[in-house]
């Protein structure tokens, strides 16, 4: 039973480019959670998803920034027109259950790096 | 609004010694607690967790004491070898509970 997988584990982008980061939810998990990582600084929230809807994106950026858990297939975080500022690792979790009744398993995350 | 706040940024500890990391919790509707392990270059890997009910719970050789009156959440680890050097965050549920929220993280350096 793989973990959560994330790919790209590294990204580099141009300035102005789109960075797509994607997330495949340990198996028979419904939950997915995005979250932002500076470095030495903690997880910040982004969004929780269900299979097909976002429940919450009170962290997301209102501009750039997209997210969508697809019935089929992985999870994706899009960032569209990148910017030095969205360089940092990006974590995603998944999870039974609502945050509630139990804990997250995360991936190892995607390193995004905007030059 | 909610946050998780911990005391001490960095903890150097000695090999086989207990370790104590402490986490304030401001949300006093949060009713689920984490502790994750964070080591470099990887995702946050879950350590043990206790609910609101609950004042103390065992691992192995972790304890997670939660105190509601105070709003305080501690994790201890026992005879603390060199793996367990890591950054450490506790993470609350908060009002809402439909999501963790992160503390800032406490680094653990274990000296030989």
């Known amino acids: 039973n793989a973990g959560v997988m994330q790919n790209p584990r590294h990204l580099v982008r141009r300035r102005g480019q789109e960075a797509r980061l994607r997330c495949s939810p340990v198996?028979?998990?419904?939950?997915v959670y995005w979250y932002r990582q500076l470095p030495e600084e903690g997880l910040k929230f982004m969004v929780y998803?269900?299979?097909?809807?976002?429940?919450?994106e009170s962290g997301m950026p209102k501009e750039r920034f997209s997210a969508e858990f697809p019935k089929e297939g992985p999870s994706i975080l899009r960032i569209q027109q990148v910017v030095r500022g969205d360089s940092a690792a990006y974590f995603c979790?998944?999870?039974?259950?609502?945050?509630?009744?139990?804990?997250?398993?995360f991936g190892s995350g995607t390193r995004l790096t905007v030059v | 609004g909610e946050s998780v706040g911990l005391h001490l940024p960095t903890l150097s500890v000695q090999e086989g010694d207990n370790s104590i990391i402490n986490c304030a919790y401001s949300?006093?509707?949060?009713?689920?607690f984490i502790w994750y392990k964070q080591e470099s270059g990887k995702g946050p890997q879950f350590i043990i967790d206790?609910?609101?009910?609950?004042d103390k719970r065992q691992g192995q050789r972790v304890t997670v004491l939660l105190n509601k009156t105070v709003k305080h959440l501690s994790l201890q680890i026992a005879a603390t070898q060199p793996g367990d050097s890591a950054v450490y965050f506790c993470?609350?549920?908060?009002?809402?509970?439909?999501?963790?929220?992160f503390g800032g993280g406490t680094r653990v350096l274990v000296k030989p």
């Open positions: 949300n006093s509707a949060s009713d689920y």
């Open positions: 198996k028979g998990h419904s939950h």
């Open positions: 998803l269900q299979k097909e809807n976002i429940i919450d």
């Open positions: 206790i609910r609101s009910n609950m």
């Open positions: 993470a609350e549920n908060g009002a809402a509970g439909n999501k963790l929220t």
């Open positions: 979790a998944s999870s039974p259950h609502p945050a509630q009744e139990s804990g997250y398993t």
